[in-house]
């Protein structure tokens, strides 16, 4: 089986929060493909044939709690994550595999469960306020300006999810690169081109 994990903070109070991007993802996916989450100990989730999809319920900080309870309760080889990041322009995705937690809590806590390599990443960025402690600013709502930005990157990050579901990460990366070639250097739908990872 492969996992997906979008990270966030359950209950509406967090809904449209920064830190709850992860969650949009899935739950964009989920109302495309009409599934409804069911519910485990310390996480929602979707199961299809090939893949889990769960939004964990621990608190972003203690994420991977529900990592560790999902990797028990399935086989899992394969595990993607979709997360903020302060540190990406907002509206820009990256994709890459491996890498630091970059300071993300939720992140570093999966590590306790897998090693960073073992890791996939989605990373969707919101961007930082430098007049703004950053834990306020990521349990911070965004503006209505600022969800219709993210509309389309929240789209694109769950097309990403379904090419991962019905072939690999591999796949997914050569889509990323194709999507990255077709909008170099360009603003399309809100969604900005990043430059090539070093």
């Known amino acids: 089986m492969k996992l997906v994990i979008g990270l966030g903070n359950p209950t509406g109070e967090y809904e449209k929060t920064r ?7 899935l739950d964009r996916w989920a109302a495309e493909h009409d599934k409804n989450w069911a519910k485990a100990k310390d996480f929602d989730y979707i199961a299809t044939r090939s893949t889990v999809l769960i939004k964990p319920l621990t608190y972003m ?15 899992i080889g394969e595990t993607l994550v979709i997360y903020d990041d302060v540190e990406l322009e907002p509206a820009q995705i990256r994709i890459r595999a491996g890498g630091g937690d ?3 809590n939720g992140v570093a806590s999966l590590f306790t469960v897998l ?14 306020n430098a007049n703004e402690p950053m834990a306020d600013y990521v349990l911070s709502e965004f503006g209505d300006d600022e969800i219709d930005r993210l509309r389309p990157v929240i789209a694109l990050a769950a097309k990403f999810v379904d090419t991962f579901i019905k072939y690999d990460f591999n796949q997914v990366l050569n889509e990323y690169s194709i999507w990255k070639k077709s909008y170099s250097a360009a ?7 990043p430059k090539e990872e070093k």
């Open 19 to 25: 830190h709850n991007v992860g969650f949009m993802c």
């Open 102 to 104: 970059g300071g993300h």
């Open 187 to 193: 603003i399309s739908g809100g969604i900005i081109s």
């Open 115 to 128: 090693a960073p390599d073992q890791l996939k990443r989605i990373r969707i960025g919101i961007g930082k």
């Open 61 to 75: 900080n203690r994420s991977g709690t529900a990592l560790k309870e999902a990797m028990q309760k399935w086989k």
